[in-house]
């Protein structure tokens, strides 16, 4: 059976970046340079090349540079194509011709939750990816991609699964599970940011999803959880009462690029991948005293 097409994503960056203060504290996060782009636009090109046409990028107060990255921008263009730049004017051209750029504010940081919710408009009643700028997930085939061939399969819910160590589980949420088969879960409990001793297992939730439209009625039945926020995974665990969410254990170095070591890491990584630098990072590294 052929699934609904996903045509959406949302993306939220209304954080206030505390974690990478001072660098962050004019420009946002998602916009620190990783390698040769900002940190969100790895994401939308995950999303665009996975067949998204709609990008609802979620912002609040001191976001603008976002909205400008993916906008046009007649003077650069101009300056480009009057300097024979034509390389570097068809590359910033493409940006803001990847996709449907729509923006919506979330008026306060009351987590994931809520940002998800603050697009519920704009997503409608058809099902939508989520994906998270700082979590870099590195490999020959991007996570997005591999869950949307769940999604194909099965038409539920899925979510980006990754085994983290067990001391580590409560920075996550983490899930309870049935195995289906090598790497896919059925979900069958969720808890948020537990304990190590409470904690169904150390399959940990990171940043990609995809969603079923009636997550938006789950996020109305709960209240603030873990942190003081509205928490996606209390709304995930709500939704589990009538339908099905699988989890899929992602392919592909993950990098914390929200802490600044992650950050760096994932900089070395791809930088060392770039056909362009990489040779020379490369030999640059080598030389290094360590």
Known sequence: MRQKPIRKAVLPAAGLGTRFLPASKASPKEMLPLVDKPL??????????????????????????IEDHFDVSFELEYALKDKGKDDIL??????????????VRQPEARGLGHAVACARTMVGDEPFAVLLADDVIHGPKTALAQMMAVYEEFGTSVIGLQRVPEAEVVNYGVIASEPVRDRLHRVTDLVEKPKPADAPSNLSVIGRYILDP???????????????????????????????????????????????LGFLMATVALGLDSPELGPDFRAFLKDLDL
Request: net charge positive; proline share 0%; aromatic share 6%.
């Open 90 to 103: 068809r590359d910033v051209r493409a940006i803001s011709d990847m996709a449907n750029f729509w923006y």
């Open 214 to 260: 009636a997550i938006f009625k789950a996020l109305d039945g709960i209240s603030a959880g873990a942190g003081g926020e509205l928490q996606l995974t209390d709304a995930l665990k709500g939704m589990l009462r009538g339908r099905v969410i699988h989890g899929l254990e992602l392919e592909g170095r993950r990098y914390d690029a929200g802490s600044k």
């Open 40 to 65: 969100i636009q790895y994401v939308v090109e995950e999303a665009v090349a996975c067949g998204i046409t709609d990008i609802i990028i979620v912002t609040g107060r001191g976001k603008r540079a």
